[in-house]
C-alpha cells in the first residue's frame, strides 16, 4: 500500500526563528525589562553594521581616487564622512565585533553600558535615549553573552537576506508586538499598537505629504507605517515631517530607537512628558493626525486645564480623557487637516460628565467624517471593543468631494481573522480586510468615487437621521442588517428538509446515549 506523503513543515520565517532563542534567553526577567535589553541590542547592531558598511564603501572610494594611505585613514575618521550618508558615529569601543568579541566575559554587561556611552556622547541626537543597566546583577550575564552572539547573526548591511531596512524592520516590528503580548498587568503591551491597526488608519487617511503628528506616541508605529505608505506610492520620506510626545519615558526611548533606525527624523520633543499638561508642540497644526491614546484614562485632570482653549466643545469629564483626547487632536489640526484615532467603543454613546453633549457638538460643527466599528480581540493589552474615528476640518472641500452634513458609518465588526487565541488581526493583501473598510471610506469621500449604501456594513447618513439618534455614533444603529442571501429553494421544500434533518440528528443523540448506557453498564459488572 502506497505511503501518504508527509506534510511538508513550515518554515520558520527570520524574526521568528530569532525570537525564539531569544526568549529562551530571557530567564527570570520580566517582558517589560527584558524587551529594552533586546530591543537596545538590535539598535547597536544595526547602527554598528551601518557604520562598518560606510566606512569599507569610503575606504574603496578613497582607494580608487588615488588618495594616499595616510590621507586615507585621516578621511575614514572624519565624522562628516558618516553624518553626510545618515550614520551614526560608533566609537571603536561600541562597534560589535568589539562587542562580540567580550561576550563571553564576565564583564559584558559594563563593556555594553561603556558602549551606549561612547555612542550617546558622540552622537547628540541620541542623547538620554539608550538604554543602560546591562551591568546589573539581576541579569544573567552567560545569557547576556548567547544573547549577543544570537544578534550578531543577523546582518543589517545592504547586502544582507533582503536588504537593511527590510530586514531590520521585520526583525524589530516583530519583537515589539511579541514583547506586547508577553507582558501582563494593566499597561501591559500599552507601547504598541497593532500593525494591522495602524496601517487600518494609515491607509484610509493617506499621510502623502505635510506634517504627521501624535501626541501618544507609543513605539512610534504611526510614524513607521506613514513613512512606509509614502515609499509604497512612490513618494519620499522627506515628504513628510514627523511630530510626536509620549509620556512613559522608556516609551519616549523606544521610539526614538524606532524612528532613527529607520533614518526617520522626527520632533518627539526633548523628552518624555504629557501632552495634556505639558504640550511640546502648543504651535503646531498638523496636516495629519494619526494616533492611538489610552482608554477611558480616568486620572488625568489636572486644575490648571479647567479654562484650557483646546475644550472648545466643551470640557471634558475629570473621569474620562478621551474627549480630551478628541479635542486635543482637533485643536492641533490645520484648516484642511484629518485626523484618524482610536477610542474605546463608549465614546461613541456615553453621555457621563457632558460626552453626550461635546460629541453632539462636533457632529453640529462638521468635524465628523467616519466612524468604523472594529471587531473585537485586535488588542494585547485590552478586551475593549474599540471604533476608529476620522474628523476632518473644511469638509466642503479639504482636496475632497463635499461632504457637509454627512457621516460615513462602517461595521467592520466580523471581520478579521484569528491569528491566535488572543489576537486577531485584519488581513493585509489587495482584497483583504483593510483594504475592504479604506476603499468603502475613500469611495465615499473621493470625487466620483462611485459609493453606494451596502446593508449591514456601510451608511452614508445624514445630519437629521444622527440627530434622530441623539447623536449616538454606533455603526451598527445605522448601518441595518445585511441583505440575506437568496438561495433559490422554495420555502415548503426547505422546511420539509430541515425538518428531515433535525430527526434524524435526534435518532443519532438516540443511538449515542444507548451505546454510552451499553458501555457503562459494561463497566458496572
Not at 580608487?64 to 586615507?72: H, L, S, T
Not at 546582518?155 to 514583547?179: K, M, N, P
Not at 491614546?293 to 480623557?321: C, E, I, M
Not at 456594513?457 to 455614533?473: N, P, Q, R, S, T
Request: some cysteine.
Amino acid at each position: 500500500m502506497a505511503r501518504s506523503a508527509a506534510k511538508p513543515k513550515q518554515q520558520k520565517t527570520l524574526e521568528q526563528t530569532l525570537w525564539d532563542t531569544a526568549d529562551k534567553l530571557r530567564g527570570n526577567q520580566e517582558p517589560s525589562e527584558y524587551k529594552h535589553v533586546v530591543l537596545g541590542l538590535v539598535f547597536l547592531k544595526y547602527i554598528s553594521d551601518r557604520f562598518e558598511e560606510r566606512r569599507k564603501t569610503l575606504e574603496e572610494e578613497l582607494v580608487a581616487d588615488g588618495i594616499k594611505p595616510e590621507r586615507v585613514i585621516s578621511f575614514l575618521e572624519d565624522r562628516d564622512e558618516y553624518k553626510s550618508q545618515n550614520v551614526f558615529w560608533v566609537p571603536e569601543l561600541a562597534r560589535w565585533g568589539y562587542i562580540q568579541s567580550v561576550a563571553k566575559q564576565t564583564e559584558i554587561g559594563q563593556q555594553i553600558d561603556q558602549a551606549m556611552d561612547l555612542i550617546e556622547k558622540e552622537n547628540p541626537s541620541l542623547r538620554g535615549v539608550l538604554p543602560r543597566n546591562y551591568g546589573r546583577d539581576g541579569l544573567d550575564k552567560r545569557r547576556l553573552g548567547e544573547l549577543v552572539d544570537l544578534i550578531g547573526s543577523i546582518g543589517f548591511t545592504t547586502t544582507d537576506d533582503h536588504g537593511a531596512d527590510d530586514v531590520l524592520g521585520r526583525v524589530y516590528e516583530y519583537f515589539l508586538g511579541q514583547f506586547a503580548g508577553k507582558e501582563s498587568g494593566k499597561d501591559a503591551g500599552a507601547f504598541y499598537t497593532p500593525r494591522s491597526v495602524v496601517k487600518t488608519l494609515v491607509e484610509m487617511l493617506e499621510p502623502y505629504k505635510g506634517r504627521v503628528y501624535d501626541p501618544a506616541a507609543g513605539s512610534g508605529g504611526m510614524f513607521v507605517q506613514s513613512a512606509e505608505f509614502v515609499n509604497a506610492h512612490g513618494g519620499k520620506r522627506t515628504d513628510i515631517s514627523v511630530y510626536g510626545q509620549e509620556f512613559t519615558d522608556t516609551t519616549w526611548k523606544l521610539a526614538k530607537m524606532n524612528l532613527a533606525l529607520r533614518g526617520i527624523e522626527a520632533d518627539l520633543g526633548s523628552h518624555s512628558a504629557d501632552s495634556f499638561t505639558e504640550d511640546l508642540h502648543p504651535d503646531l497644526r498638523a496636516d495629519f493626525v494619526i494616533a492611538n491614546p489610552p482608554f477611558n484614562v480616568s486620572d488625568w485632570w489636572d486644575a490648571k486645564l479647567a479654562d484650557d482653549p483646546r475644550w472648545k466643545y466643551g470640557t471634558p469629564p475629570q473621569g474620562n480623557a478621551n474627549f480630551a483626547w478628541v479635542q486635543h487632536f482637533i485643536y492641533h489640526l490645520a484648516p484642511h487637516g484629518s485626523a484618524g484615532f482610536v477610542l474605546a467603543n463608549g465614546s461613541l454613546s456615553s453621555k457621563s460628565g457632558g460626552e453626550g453633549a461635546i460629541r453632539r457638538k462636533l457632529v453640529e460643527a462638521d468635524l465628523v467624517d467616519c466612524i468604523v466599528a472594529m471587531p473585537d480581540k485586535l488588542f494585547f493589552n485590552t478586551g475593549i471593543p474599540v471604533a476608529l474615528w476620522f474628523v476632518s476640518k473644511s469638509r466642503h472641500g479639504n482636496g475632497h468631494r463635499e461632504r457637509h452634513g454627512e457621516v460615513l458609518f462602517i461595521d467592520a465588526r466580523k471581520l478579521g481573522t484569528m491569528e491566535s487565541r488572543r489576537l486577531r488581526v485584519l488581513t493585509d493583501e489587495d482584497d483583504g480586510d483593510i483594504a475592504k473598510i479604506a476603499s468603502t471610506y475613500h469611495a465615499w469621500r473621493n470625487h466620483d468615487g462611485g459609493y453606494e449604501d451596502v446593508p449591514g456594513f456601510a451608511k452614508a447618513a445624514k445630519l437629521d437621521e444622527i440627530e434622530k439618534h441623539d447623536f449616538v455614533l454606533t455603526p451598527g444603529r445605522y448601518v441595518g442588517a445585511a441583505e440575506a442571501e437568496i438561495d433559490g429553494e422554495p420555502i415548503d421544500e426547505k422546511i420539509e428538509r430541515l425538518t428531515k434533518e433535525l430527526f434524524a440528528e435526534f435518532d443519532r443523540g438516540r443511538e449515542l446515549e444507548d451505546e454510552v448506557r451499553r458501555r457503562l453498564g459494561g463497566l458496572a459488572v
